[in-house]
């Protein structure tokens, strides 16, 4: 079974920088996406950015150019560079990897880990 473990939240001031990783164990074939969404208090779970084995990829409004999905296939680790962070960007993020291929449909989450935005 495909396990997921994100790390790197933390309390962190705004204007201020977090990266977030996320080590995938386990093995799978296919083309795949890797992701990372998150919730909010009071608010349903968003996408925040994914990116495809071929490197395509893709940010909500509210972060693209402050954000930036990165993979590493050598460590199976997938990161989250976050940059001029915003209380608005509070949340617990998860990492999400999805199976594009004939398999189709299969999800795997992390358990998420918490990012605040506060002075």
């Known amino acids: 079974q495909v396990q997921l473990v994100e790390s790197g939240g933390a309390l962190v001031q705004p204007g201020g920088s977090l990266r977030l990783s996320c080590a995938a164990s386990g093995s799978w074939i296919g083309p795949y996406v890797m992701g990372w969404y998150r919730q909010a208090p009071e608010k349903q779970r968003e996408l925040v950015a994914t990116?495809?084995?071929?490197?395509?990829?893709n940010y909500a409004d509210s972060v693209k150019g402050r954000f930036t999905i990165s993979i590493d296939n050598a460590k199976n680790t997938v990161y989250l560079q976050m940059n001029s962070l915003k209380p608005e960007d509070t949340a617990v993020y998860y990492c999400?990897?999805?199976?594009?291929?004939?398999?189709?449909?299969?999800?795997?989450w992390g358990k998420g880990t918490l990012v605040t935005v506060s002075s």
């Open positions: 999400n990897l999805r199976l594009t291929g004939r398999v189709g449909g299969m999800n795997y």
């Open positions: 990116k495809s084995n071929g490197g395509s990829t």
